[in-house]
Each structure stands twice: as structure tokens, then as C-alpha cells.
């Protein structure tokens, strides 16, 4: 009985990202020419790319989910992505390139290339569902109602669907690091070693697809850090929790450095804007285009919520954490529950400093879909919160509920109407 709603929810998913994937023109999603590219790479060349030209910029990222790409478009023995002409009128014009009928439905094979590799996508993000209710469950084992609406929030944020339906490693990579989170509370509830390995092996799989998932690794490590073995036992967990990664995935950042000379290839990009922590943008406009892109800004980020939905976000937000205050000043939660939010709650906090790091040493660049490494923390915490506040006892209501529905309502508007404005 506990999973009869699991594949409710994604269904209600697999539809609303198929909807983002038939509805987006192709490459109107942030990097999507250039995710497509080195997918084309593997399949038609049998070899990773070395960013000998600008556009084959995701050439530094690991190839885990590029090879997924490419291994389907040979199954289905399908042409290669299209190129598409720049609009000379972007950004003033919400289009990034320029669309013709000839990827109208039906589907030649190229324009059908690319509608697979975003169902690649949306598969990966259909498994961050199951986890998020895995992960619910195991914290709130009696709370079925609560573990539905955590899997129903992560597959409703707009963003996320909207991602999910579109060519991008970050779906993979949310993938992964929300199983490294899994397994990583698995192991704090159960001290079985068989969830440290599987730990271990969800973080070397992430590495191998996008640097930003080894920020999921801080679950496993503070269970480690902060259990009650020794220290030589503690060295020994944590010794396999760093050498799985090194050996299964080390490889290819030790190309990256013999081949740039760096994991991040600054050289090799256009002119980058790292911004000193000082500069007033961080006080003007970081946090708000963060926030903005976490909900949801589409296309090539041109695409955008009125003022009046983000308003009503915060409200929501602020309400949410109003809540687990109430929560953990009502000490109602075990042992257990509190060491595992607080982990939860510190991979959120990991993956905020992560941007911040980025924008400040490498490009301005507050994009709330980084964020989402720590979907299980967003995901369970936002309803948690909500439902606390708004019900008596540390128990499910109804109301909890009413957080997912909102958001359906919004993905609904974005679909049918604010899409069909901007297209």
C-alpha cells in the first residue's frame, strides 16, 4: 500500500516533462546546443570531445550522461542532432536560434534525436522521484502522506520539469546525488557497511557526471564524522567513500588536467565574469535571480514568472520555514529524524556556498537549477515545514497537500499559456 502513490506521481511527471519536451523548441534550453554536441561526439566519433572550438564549451564536463545519450541514438539508429542558425535578434527575441517548420511533428530522425535524448533526461528524473520517497520514508517511516507530497514537490518545481524535459546532464546529476544521499542516511539509520559502498558507488557514478554531484557526498560524510565509532574506523569509512570515487572516476579528471591543465578549462571559454564577493550584485540581484531560477526561468533563461507567482513563493517559502522552526522547538522528532534533516539541511546549505563559490572564482552566475544536487533537502523540507505549521500534532494533513497542487497549477500556466506567449 505504501508505494500505490509513486506511480501516480510519476505519471503526473512523465507527462508535464514530456509536455516541457514537445513544447520547447529545440536548444531553448540553457546549454542544450552544446549538451547536444558532445553527445554527437561520442556516438558519430566513438571519442569524448577536447574543446578544439567555443561551441564544445561542455567539453570539461564528465561524460556518464553524454555516453547514456549517445548509446541510445545508436540503439534507435538514429541521424544526428541538427544545427540550428543563431537569431541575430537574441537576446531581444526569446528564441536563442532560429526554428523552421522542419521540426514540426512528425519528427524527422534528427529532430526525433533530440526529443530522445530529453526523455533521457526525464528518466533520470523520474529515479530523483523515487529516491526523494525513498528518502522521506526512511526519516518519516509512519508519514506515507508526507513521503507522497516530498516525491510530488521535487517532480513539480517547474525548473526541475522543465530541465527534465530538456538535454542536460544536470537531470543525471540530481539522479545521483540524491541516491548518495539515500544511502548515506541508509547507513546512518542501519550502520550496515553494504550502504557506505553503495554510497560510495552513487558518489563515483555522480562524479562521472557532473562535478557539482560530489556536493551530495557531505551526507555520508557527517554520518561518519559524527557517529559514535573510532577514529581508526572512521579513517577506514572514510578512506572507502574516497577511494571508490578515485578509482571508478579519477580518470577523467586527471585527463582534464593533462590535457587543459585544469579541471576547469578557464583558458579554453570566452571571457568569464568572476565577481568578488564585495561587488553590490550580491546585494542587488543574487539571491532574487537564484530564488527566480530555482522555480523557474525557461528557455535560454529568457522566459520568466510575473513578479506576483515569485511573491507568492516566498510567502510559501518563508511559511515552510516557519514551520521547522515549530518543528524542532516542539522536540517531538527522534534521534534519528533530527540528525537526518540536520544532514539534509546542511547539503542544501553545501550546495548555496557551491554557487556562491562559483560566481565568485569562475563566472556570475546565480542559476537556481545548481541548487538542485540538494533536491531531497528542498523537497521534503518545504512540505515538512508547511505541514507542521498548519496542523496540530507532528502528524500528516491534508494541508500538506496544498503545496504540490499550487505547483501543478503553475506548471499547467507555464505549458499552456505563458510557452505558447514566448514561442
Same mark, same amino acid.
Given at each position: 500500500?505504501?508505494?500505490l502513490?509513486?506511480?501516480?506521481?510519476?505519471?503526473?511527471f512523465?507527462?508535464?516533462?514530456?509536455?516541457y519536451?514537445?513544447?520547447v523548441?529545440?536548444?531553448?534550453?540553457p546549454d542544450?546546443a552544446?549538451?547536444?554536441?558532445?553527445?554527437t561526439?561520442?556516438s558519430q566519433?566513438?571519442?569524448?570531445?577536447?574543446?578544439?572550438?567555443?561551441?564544445?564549451?561542455?567539453s570539461?564536463?564528465?561524460p556518464?550522461?553524454?555516453?547514456?545519450?549517445?548509446?541510445t541514438?545508436?540503439?534507435?539508429?538514429l541521424?544526428?542532432?541538427?544545427?540550428?542558425?543563431?537569431n541575430?535578434y537574441?537576446p531581444?527575441?526569446?528564441?536563442?536560434?532560429?526554428?523552421?517548420?522542419?521540426?514540426?511533428?512528425?519528427?524527422?530522425?534528427?529532430v526525433?534525436a533530440?526529443?530522445?535524448?530529453?526523455?533521457?533526461?526525464?528518466l533520470?528524473?523520474?529515479g530523483?522521484?523515487?529516491?526523494?520517497?525513498?528518502?522521506a520514508?526512511?526519516?518519516?517511516?509512519?508519514?506515507?502522506?508526507?513521503a507522497?507530497?516530498?516525491?510530488?514537490?521535487a517532480g513539480l518545481?517547474p525548473?526541475f520539469?522543465?530541465?527534465?524535459?530538456?538535454?542536460?546532464?544536470?537531470a543525471?546529476?540530481?539522479f545521483?546525488?540524491?541516491?548518495?544521499?539515500y544511502?548515506g542516511l541508509?547507513?546512518l539509520?542501519?550502520?550496515?557497511?553494504?550502504?557506505?559502498i553503495?554510497?560510495?558507488?552513487?558518489?563515483?557514478?555522480?562524479?562521472?557526471?557532473?562535478?557539482?554531484a560530489?556536493?551530495?557526498g557531505?551526507?555520508?560524510?557527517?554520518?561518519?564524522l559524527?557517529?559514535?565509532w573510532g577514529?581508526m574506523?572512521k579513517?577506514?569509512?572514510l578512506?572507502?567513500?574516497?577511494?571508490v570515487?578515485?578509482a571508478l572516476?579519477g580518470?577523467?579528471y586527471v585527463?582534464?588536467?593533462?590535457i587543459w591543465?585544469?579541471?576547469?578549462p578557464?583558458?579554453?571559454?570566452?571571457p568569464?565574469?568572476?565577481?568578488?564577493?564585495?561587488?553590490?550584485a550580491y546585494?542587488q540581484?543574487?539571491?532574487e535571480?537564484l530564488?527566480d531560477s530555482f522555480w523557474?526561468?525557461?528557455?535560454?533563461?529568457?522566459? /520568466? $514568472? +510575473?513578479?506576483?507567482? @515569485?511573491?507568492? =513563493?516566498?510567502?510559501?517559502?518563508? %511559511? &515552510? #520555514?516557519?514551520g521547522?522552526?515549530v518543528?524542532?522547538?516542539?522536540? /517531538? $522528532? +527522534?534521534?534519528?529524524? @533530527?540528525?537526518? =534533516?540536520?544532514?539534509?539541511?546542511? %547539503? &542544501? #546549505?553545501?550546495?548555496?556556498?557551491t554557487?556562491?563559490?562559483?560566481?565568485?572564482?569562475?563566472?556570475?552566475?546565480?542559476?537556481g537549477?545548481?541548487?538542485?544536487v540538494?533536491?531531497?533537502?528542498?523537497?521534503?523540507?518545504?512540505?515538512l515545514?508547511?505541514?507542521?505549521?498548519?496542523?496540530?500534532?507532528?502528524?500528516?494533513?491534508?494541508?500538506?497537500?496544498a503545496?504540490?497542487?499550487?505547483?501543478?497549477?503553475?506548471?499547467?500556466?507555464?505549458v499552456?499559456?505563458?510557452?505558447?506567449?514566448s514561442y
Amino acid at each position: 500500500m505504501a508505494w500505490l502513490p509513486l506511480p501516480l506521481v510519476l505519471f503526473v511527471f512523465a507527462v508535464l516533462a514530456t509536455a516541457y519536451n514537445v513544447r520547447v523548441p529545440l536548444y531553448e534550453a540553457p546549454d542544450e546546443a552544446a549538451h547536444t554536441r558532445y553527445v554527437t561526439s561520442i556516438s558519430q566519433q566513438g571519442q569524448l570531445p577536447r574543446f578544439e572550438v567555443v561551441e564544445e564549451y561542455e567539453s570539461w564536463q564528465p561524460p556518464l550522461y553524454y555516453a547514456a545519450g549517445a548509446a541510445t541514438l545508436r540503439l534507435l539508429s538514429l541521424d544526428p542532432p541538427p544545427s540550428l542558425e543563431w537569431n541575430p535578434y537574441f537576446p531581444g527575441q526569446a528564441n536563442n536560434y532560429i526554428h523552421t517548420s522542419d521540426e514540426a511533428f512528425p519528427y524527422t530522425e534528427s529532430v526525433l534525436a533530440v526529443h530522445v535524448l530529453r526523455a533521457v533526461s526525464t528518466l533520470f528524473s523520474m529515479g530523483t522521484i523515487v529516491v526523494i520517497y525513498l528518502v522521506a520514508g526512511l526519516i518519516f517511516p509512519a508519514r506515507r502522506l508526507l513521503a507522497f507530497a516530498a516525491a510530488t514537490t521535487a517532480g513539480l518545481i517547474p525548473q526541475f520539469a522543465f530541465i527534465s524535459g530538456t538535454v542536460s546532464n544536470d537531470a543525471a546529476a540530481v539522479f545521483f546525488a540524491s541516491a548518495t544521499a539515500y544511502f548515506g542516511l541508509r547507513f546512518l539509520h542501519e550502520e550496515r557497511k553494504v550502504w557506505l559502498i553503495a554510497a560510495a558507488l552513487a558518489l563515483s557514478l555522480g562524479a562521472l557526471t557532473k562535478l557539482s554531484a560530489l556536493a551530495a557526498g557531505a551526507v555520508p560524510v557527517g554520518v561518519i564524522l559524527f557517529g559514535s565509532w573510532g577514529w581508526m574506523t572512521k579513517t577506514k569509512y572514510l578512506g572507502v567513500l574516497t577511494l571508490v570515487p578515485v578509482a571508478l572516476a579519477g580518470w577523467f579528471y586527471v585527463r582534464s588536467l593533462i590535457i587543459w591543465g585544469a579541471l576547469f578549462p578557464v583558458d579554453h571559454f570566452w571571457p568569464l565574469n568572476p565577481t568578488p564577493i564585495w561587488d553590490p550584485a550580491y546585494r542587488q540581484n543574487f539571491l532574487e535571480r537564484l530564488r527566480d531560477s530555482f522555480w523557474y526561468t525557461g528557455g535560454a533563461l529568457t522566459v /520568466r $514568472l +510575473s513578479p506576483i507567482l @515569485h511573491d507568492i =513563493l516566498n510567502v510559501i517559502s518563508v %511559511l &515552510a #520555514v516557519a514551520g521547522l522552526i515549530v518543528l524542532v522547538r516542539q522536540r /517531538r $522528532l +527522534s534521534e534519528f529524524q @533530527h540528525r537526518g =534533516l540536520r544532514l539534509l539541511l546542511a %547539503l &542544501a #546549505v553545501l550546495a548555496f556556498v557551491t554557487v556562491l563559490y562559483y560566481s565568485i572564482s569562475y563566472d556570475y552566475q546565480p542559476q537556481g537549477r545548481y541548487l538542485f544536487v540538494a533536491m531531497p533537502a528542498f523537497a521534503i523540507l518545504l512540505p515538512l515545514g508547511l505541514s507542521t505549521l498548519f496542523s496540530r500534532r507532528n502528524e500528516d494533513s491534508p494541508v500538506v497537500l496544498a503545496f504540490p497542487g499550487f505547483l501543478l497549477t503553475l506548471n499547467l500556466y507555464i505549458v499552456t499559456t505563458l510557452l505558447s506567449r514566448s514561442y
